[in-house]
């Protein structure tokens, strides 16, 4: 199993108050599956996609990645985070001071790369239909656009998971379907897919379908 997520929690509090942000979760996404989680805004999405990510710790339960847990002293989590997913958290991340083709190449040189990755970036840019947008400065493109950046960005360092955090969100239907078609194209190559969404549109490209509310995960049928 690629992914394993095993009871996970994580408790906040405000005052006197306290709340269960995701409550004794558990899933799993196989290699060249594409599972998704729906759910309202604050159902706790977000938090247990952090916690896979490695951004957040969990209060207990266990998150395993091919087998290891993510939390062992002996886990190489900054290699993990680097290389191993491809994190696309919600909203509009790409940098609007580089181009789509140093956006893309970004991570690669970030976790200490040397080569040139300029030639890998355009084939990407190209599998998202942006090869002519290249040298463009992303104040340029549209909503959609700037989403398929991400999708490629998140690609560059041949990642094994890929999280996408709402990325569907503010989309119109047609680009937000050409956002789910890439994921969904991208686990032919065996990449495992895990998205956050409140758009109905994925039950249609989903292998794997999960819905969420006030911290509690249930996996639902597609049927």
């Known amino acids: 199993m690629l992914l394993e997520v095993q009871n996970v929690s994580k408790k906040y509090s405000h005052g006197s108050n306290a709340f269960h942000a995701v409550n004794n979760v558990s899933l799993s996404v196989k290699a060249g599956e594409f599972a998704a989680i729906s759910g309202y805004s604050g159902s706790g999405k977000s938090t247990l996609l952090n916690m896979i990510s490695g951004l957040l710790k969990s209060d207990s339960g266990r998150i395993l990645f ?3 847990c993510i939390s062992d002293n002996n886990f190489k989590l ?19 001071s580089f181009t789509v083709l140093e956006n893309v190449c970004l991570p690669y040189y970030i976790s200490g790369g040397k080569e040139n990755k300029k030639e890998e970036a355009m084939t990407l840019l190209k599998a998202v239909g942006l090869e002519e947008y290249a040298e463009v400065y992303p104040n340029h493109l549209s909503g959609g656009e700037m989403r398929r950046a991400a999708v490629a960005r998140a690609l560059i360092n041949r990642p094994k998971l890929v999280i996408a955090d709402e990325p ?16 969904k194209k991208i686990t032919q190559s065996g990449v495992g897919v895990l998205i956050s969404t409140h758009d109905s549109l994925y ?18 049928s597609k049927l």
């Open 168 to 183: 569907t969100s503010n989309l119109d239907k047609e680009n937000a379907v050409i956002v789910l078609e890439l994921f």
């Open 78 to 96: 900054s290699d993990y985070r680097n290389n191993q997913i491809g994190y696309i958290i919600q909203g509009q991340s790409v940098l609007n």
């Open 66 to 68: 091919e087998g290891r």
């Open 203 to 220: 039950r249609d490209y989903a292998d794997r379908c999960y819905t969420m509310e006030k911290g509690v995960l249930q996996e639902i």
